[in-house]
């Protein structure tokens, strides 16, 4: 007797565990995100199966409010069968540069080696949409030549990773063997002759002056010379003048 009351005990006791479960959601079985990170060394993986594939960057913040519509939308993964992945563009500059990244975030979707840049919505409902409802076939796929399968994207890869490599460098080379700043010398001699060259322009200053004061006094001198001369004429016409008036009478 007692032996059958455990069993019904445990009978009902296993279906009412599960039922809990179900009812406090996936958070309660511990359902961790299925977000892959791609890295330059992984990405052919893209080229197998259906994708949807974040380009983000830690600092921005429009990628920052997408995480967690991303991280929902990851949970349904495996029900839509799409892997789901994200690419950190500060670390991987040279997959930026094989998909030609220019604004963040920027969203791709990759079926059996086609790619097709999203532009809807970005929330998780509207992924499952894209996916569930085959709305990327109407987005027309990128060209082989832009593909990041081609050679010149292969060289646009290239090209990001040596220019991350040469920032580095010089950041290094900067902090090892940091460059001799002359500016505060310059300004500290300039600072130096600053007395010197109040004191000259002070003197140019006054010297033009003095030659401002000897001109007006020459002019004065010469127009007085001229109204002499003016009056001396005046009085040498005058009997000439006289003269002629005679002369008519």
Same mark, same amino acid.
């Not at 977000?35 to 992984?42: N, Q, R």
């Not at 002056?209 to 006094?217: T, V, Y």
């Not at 009056?231 to 002369?247: F, G, H, I």
């Given at each position: 007797?007692?032996?059958?009351?455990?069993?019904?005990?445990?009978?009902?006791?296993?279906?009412?565990?599960?039922?809990?479960? @179900?009812?406090?959601?996936?958070?309660?079985?511990?359902?961790?995100?299925?977000?892959?990170?791609?890295?330059?060394?992984?990405?052919?993986?893209?080229?197998?199966?259906?994708?949807?594939?974040?380009? *983000?960057?830690?600092?921005?913040?429009?990628?920052?409010?997408?995480?967690?519509?991303?991280?929902?939308?990851?949970?349904?993964?495996? =029900?839509?069968?799409?892997?789901?992945?994200?690419?950190?563009?500060?670390?991987?500059?040279?997959?930026?540069?094989?998909?030609?990244?220019?604004?963040?975030?920027?969203? *791709?979707?990759?079926?059996?080696?086609?790619?097709?840049?999203?532009?809807?919505?970005?929330?998780?409902? =509207?992924?499952?949409?894209?996916?569930? =409802?085959?709305?990327?076939?109407?987005?027309?796929?990128?060209?082989?030549?832009?593909?990041?399968?081609?050679?010149?994207?292969?060289?646009?890869?290239?090209?990001?990773?040596?220019?991350?490599?040469?920032?580095?460098?010089?950041? @290094?080379?900067?902090?090892?063997?940091?460059?001799?700043?002359?500016?505060?010398?310059?300004?500290? *001699?300039?600072?130096?002759?600053?007395?010197? +060259?109040?004191?000259?322009?002070?003197?140019?200053?006054?010297?033009?002056?003095?030659?401002?004061?000897? @001109?007006?006094?020459?002019?004065?001198? =010469?127009?007085?010379?001229?109204?002499?001369?003016? +009056?001396?004429?005046?009085?040498?016409?005058?009997?000439?003048?006289?003269?002629?008036?005679?002369?008519?009478?």
């Amino acid at each position: 007797m007692a032996a059958s009351v455990r069993r019904c005990a445990v009978a009902w006791l296993v279906p009412a565990a599960g039922l809990l479960a @179900l009812l406090a959601g996936p958070g309660a079985l511990g359902r961790r995100s299925e977000v892959k990170a791609l890295t330059d060394g992984t990405w052919r993986e893209l080229l197998q199966g259906e994708w949807m594939i974040e380009f *983000y960057a830690p600092w921005c913040p429009a990628c920052q409010n997408l995480q967690p519509e991303w991280e929902k939308f990851a949970e349904w993964g495996e =029900d839509l069968e799409v892997n789901i992945a994200k690419v950190d563009v500060t670390e991987q500059p040279g997959l930026s540069g094989r998909f030609v990244i220019t604004a963040l975030p920027t969203i *791709y979707h990759c079926k059996d080696g086609e790619f097709r840049r999203y532009q809807g919505q970005r929330t998780k409902n =509207d992924f499952i949409n894209f996916i569930s =409802d085959q709305e990327w076939k109407s987005v027309e796929p990128v060209s082989s030549w832009f593909g990041p399968c081609s050679v010149l994207m292969s060289s646009m890869s290239a090209l990001f990773q040596l220019s991350m490599w040469i920032r580095i460098m010089v950041f @290094l080379a900067d902090c090892l063997c940091p460059s001799k700043r002359h500016r505060p010398q310059q300004h500290h *001699y300039q600072k130096k002759l600053a007395p010197e +060259s109040a004191r000259l322009l002070k003197k140019l200053d006054e010297e033009q002056e003095a030659d401002e004061e000897d @001109l007006s006094d020459d002019e004065a001198e =010469d127009k007085e010379v001229a109204d002499r001369n003016s +009056s001396t004429n005046a009085l040498r016409q005058r009997p000439v003048n006289l003269a002629a008036a005679t002369d008519k009478s």
